[in-house]
Each structure stands twice: as structure tokens, then as C-alpha cells.
């Protein structure tokens, strides 16, 4: 089983300020079976990114997927107070896993 | 509008069988995959499987094999997740999802469905 491991576990920041979160596999997967998802509070899942890098539709432009290997990272690079939520990996190459998810939440 | 609808919240008893559905809209529900996500109360994503409602071929996870059952009826583009006896440790919220294919993210979700098991 791949497993996929997040970091940092809960990143504090301010609105304006820019989120880099990781995604570690434990083994080699292509950059194109990687998926980012967000999840609010008391709401399901919705995807924001898939292949890696690919933005799925309506998600604004500062989300940003890249990585290639075992390392991945999800960059927001000026968080607006509706990007404050937990953050999921997921990783459909081989079956499907997700990671533990990182909580973004205001500093 | 591609939508999932999922049935509604559940209240069960140890021992009891349950099956919680969902209902695919605005898209041919034969041709792409439908999986099932557990998220436990606090706790993240863990995927249990998926459907082909086409021909009913169905994977699943290791950890979730023999412990729940999926099914679908595409004549009624329904995809379904059941258990025989449920236990206190069943005790969650259940997501279907839409892959594009047999490989692939899952978008979109349904809303969800809570499931309790309490005695």
C-alpha cells in the first residue's frame, strides 16, 4: 500500500500570507496520479487539483499542484479566508490512499 | 449538473443491517465509476471501494473486504453501501464519489451520509 504522509500537521497563518503543504509517498508515484482535496467543516470533500498540477474547474488560480516522485506539494499563494480548512492527498497509482491531511487555519 | 444525492442520516443498534444509498444525476451513470469514502468522526479519508455500475464490478479495499458490501442498480442510477451486522466502530460519515475513470480522483462527492451505531 502507498502511504502518503502530510506536513506539517496544522499550518497557522494570516490571510495575504502564502501555504506550501507537503505530501510525502512512500513509494515513487506519477505525477499524474496526485490529488488535492479541501475539506471545510461539516462539508464533504472537493477536489481542487488532479494529475499533479491540474486545477479542477472553478478553483482560482492561486492554488497551485507540483511535485514529481514521492514529493508533492500544494502552494495557495495569498490565502483568502475561505481557504482556511483541511487539506487532503490522495493518491490513485496504485488503489487509492489519502493522507492524514493538514489543517490551514488563521494565525 | 453532475450530482451525487446520498440518503439520509442513519441511527442504528449494534447487530442491525443497514444499506445507505447513491443516486447519480445529470450524467450516464453506466460509464463511470462510483466510490465509497469512510471518514470517522475527527479523523480523515479512508477509501472502501468502488463500482463499475456498468457490469457491477467492484473492488475493494483490503482493510474494508468482507466487511461492507457495494452494489449498484443502474436502472435506477443508485449506487449502494451495506452491512450485514454493524458494529459501534461503523460509526461514521460516508461519502460516494464519481471517478472519471477506473483509475482515477473522485469528483464529485455526494453529501454524505451519517451513520450511528449506538445500543
Known amino acids: 500500500e502507498v502511504v502518503l504522509t502530510q506536513s506539517p500537521g496544522t499550518l497557522s497563518l494570516s490571510p495575504g500570507e502564502r501555504a506550501t503543504l507537503s505530501c510525502r509517498a512512500s513509494q515513487r508515484i506519477g505525477s499524474r496520479y496526485l490529488a488535492w482535496y479541501q475539506q471545510k467543516s461539516g462539508q464533504a470533500p472537493r477536489l481542487l487539483m488532479y494529475g499533479g498540477s491540474a486545477r479542477a474547474t472553478g478553483i482560482p488560480d492561486r492554488f497551485s499542484g507540483s511535485g514529481s516522485g514521492t514529493d508533492f506539494t500544494l502552494t495557495i499563494s495569498r490565502l483568502e479566508p475561505e481557504d482556511f480548512a483541511m487539506y487532503y492527498c490522495q493518491q490513485y497509482s496504485t488503489s487509492w490512499t489519502f493522507g492524514q491531511g493538514t489543517k490551514v487555519e488563521i494565525k | 449538473e453532475v450530482q451525487l444525492v446520498q440518503s439520509g442520516a442513519e441511527v442504528k443498534k449494534p447487530g442491525e443491517s443497514l444499506k445507505i444509498s447513491c443516486k447519480g444525476l445529470g450524467y450516464n451513470f453506466t460509464n463511470y465509476w462510483i466510490g465509497w469514502v469512510r471518514q470517522m468522526p475527527g479523523k480523515g479519508l479512508e477509501w472502501m471501494g468502488i463500482i463499475y455500475p456498468g457490469d457491477s464490478d467492484t473492488r475493494y479495499s483490503p482493510s474494508f473486504q468482507g466487511q461492507v458490501t457495494i452494489s449498484a442498480d443502474k436502472s435506477i442510477t443508485t449506487a449502494y453501501l451495506q452491512w450485514s451486522s454493524l458494529e459501534a466502530s461503523d460509526s461514521a460519515k460516508y461519502y460516494c464519489?464519481?471517478?472519471?475513470?477506473?483509475?482515477?480522483?473522485?469528483?464529485?462527492w455526494g453529501q454524505g451520509t451519517l451513520v450511528t451505531v449506538s445500543s
Open positions: 464519489a464519481r471517478l472519471p475513470s477506473w483509475t482515477g480522483w473522485f469528483d464529485p
